[in-house]
């Protein structure tokens, strides 16, 4: 089935610790996503990106950093930079630039928690 | 700027109640696309309805029904006949064809109650 597969599903992460979340997709969707959510708010825009070896910052990309060496690959690290990243992180796709109007598909998410 | 505001925060219900979830946007733009999406416990966004700018048209898909009016920029959705199973937050967006992006509002949560 395809889909968008998003590990680990829950994550710790030390103080001064650079973590990284996987996101997997096998839509062949061209742009990929990452979301932040916390309680009670809407899902804010981390990162984008439209086609693969590109990418945009979204409204939130202050401590985070991606990469998007592969079409179906979009890792989110986490850096120490983030003093806050107790969250729950979500990854989407679709079919890219220009297709906004196409519904984005999310994966399962993943809870990171600070120890 | 293009806005999303989902006024309700949470609501609860009692099992085979109709609710209504609110929706306004705002944008400039004559052309866009409004979204719901329901979230279940699980965490994983599910994608429910789109309905672009030209079409005014309502829409029902068994106990679920969407109200979209330009004139008042609202796309509001119906339950009817809750249940347990329609718990979750559910999420209005709106798209912004400029950047690619999508406008989320801050979601409702919907308990049904047995």
């Known amino acids: 089935d395809g889909g968008i597969t998003q590990s680990p599903k829950y994550l710790f992460r030390k103080e001064g610790q650079n973590v990284t979340l996987s996101c997997e997709q096998n839509?062949?969707?061209?742009?990929m996503y990452w979301y932040r959510q916390d309680p009670g708010q809407g899902l804010r825009l981390i990162y984008y990106?439209?086609?693969?070896?590109?990418?945009q910052k979204g409204d939130i990309a202050e401590g985070y950093s991606v990469s998007r060496e592969k079409k179906e690959s979009f890792p989110l690290t986490v850096t120490s930079a983030q003093k806050n990243p107790t969250a729950f992180y979500l990854c989407?796709?679709?079919?890219?630039?220009?297709?906004?109007?196409?519904?984005?598909?999310f994966g399962d998410g993943t809870r990171l928690s600070i120890l | 700027a293009q806005k999303v505001t989902q006024a309700q925060t949470e609501i609860s219900v009692v099992e085979k109640e109709d609710v209504t979830l609110d929706c306004v946007y705002e944008?400039?733009?004559?052309?866009?696309?409004l979204f719901w999406y329901k979230q279940p416990p699980s965490g994983e966004l599910v994608f429910l309805i789109r309905?672009?700018?030209?079409?005014?048209q309502n829409e029902i898909s068994g106990r679920y029904s969407w109200n979209f009016q330009k004139s008042t920029s609202s796309f509001n959705f119906t339950i009817t006949a809750s249940q347990v199973v329609d718990s979750a937050v559910y999420f209005c967006?709106?798209?912004?064809?400029?950047?690619?992006?999508?406008?989320f509002g801050t979601g409702t949560r919907l308990q049904v109650f047995p």
């Open positions: 989407a796709s679709n079919g890219g630039q220009g297709k906004t109007y196409q519904p984005q598909h």
């Open positions: 839509l062949n969707h061209d742009a």
């Open positions: 990106s439209q086609i693969v070896n590109d990418f």
């Open positions: 944008t400039r733009d004559t052309t866009y696309y």
């Open positions: 309905r672009n700018s030209f079409d005014e």
């Open positions: 967006a709106l798209s912004d064809l400029n950047t690619d992006k999508l406008i």
